[in-house]
């Protein structure tokens, strides 16, 4: 096999010589250039590259953070619309309903302050979620009942030796913390009760993140709610 370029002013083809017969396959008379993106756009652009999803802000409950419905303890991933949950105010312990969810995603992996205290009570929470801290001085069941909304800081802020709310047989008192870290967990879940507040392991927390103060976390939802 014989092959040989030949030019002329039609487009140039290659000629493949055999013993049996002469073929001519037509070849392009120009080579396609790599794009350039100095070249004023005349060639085809790369594909734009993807854009990662931003991450939804972990301001929330872990997806095993346990709450007291009407029916019984449940976890975060199994509460239903139709649950209320236990609260406890100034004006006494009722049950609530969930009003409103700012996060519910059962997948979602974030990272969590998980707080213990000292009789292995545990509570996992963002670090900039609201939960009421006590310097463990003594307080009186509805001292810390009408006090928790004022109390309420960042999780963030949680050191061993202070002294969270917790609710037994109706009544609080106060628990000094033993250990705080951060752990990574399954599920984000932020329900807001209409008083929001909600005991949460047995533990009082508030429903609010991202002001450290939880009457004006709370006007501020009850404001965007209205529009």
Not at 11 to 27: H, L
Not at 44 to 60: I, M, Q, S, Y
Request: hydrophobic share 30%.
């Amino acid at each position: 096999i014989v092959c040989e370029r030949t030019t002329t002013e039609q487009p140039t083809t290659e000629r493949i010589t055999t013993e049996e017969q002469e073929i001519d396959i037509p070849q392009s008379s120009e080579e396609q250039e790599p794009y350039d993106p100095d070249d004023g756009g005349e060639s085809a652009p790369p594909p734009p590259e993807a854009k990662p999803k931003p991450a939804t802000p972990p301001l929330c409950f872990s997806g095993d953070t346990t709450v007291q419905t009407m029916t019984g303890p449940k976890s975060m991933d199994q509460l239903l619309p139709i649950d209320q949950v236990l609260v406890s105010t100034s004006e006494g312990s009722t049950f609530e309903p969930v009003e409103f969810w700012y996060h519910r995603l059962p997948e979602e992996v974030a990272p969590y302050v998980t707080i213990r205290t000292e009789s292995g009570r545990s509570l996992s929470l963002s670090d900039a979620h609201l939960i009421p801290l006590f310097d463990c001085a003594p307080m009186s069941h509805q001292q810390i009942q009408a006090s928790s909304g004022w109390n309420a800081k960042f999780a963030r802020r949680a050191t061993p030796g202070q002294c969270v709310a917790v609710m037994d047989d109706g009544r609080f008192s106060l628990e000094k913390i033993d250990s705080v870290q951060t752990e990574m967990k399954r599920g984000v879940y932020s329900p807001i009760t209409p008083s929001g507040l909600l005991l949460t392991d047995g533990i009082q927390a508030s429903c609010f993140t991202t002001y450290e103060n939880h009457e004006a976390a709370k006007a501020v939802h009850k404001f965007l709610m209205f529009f």
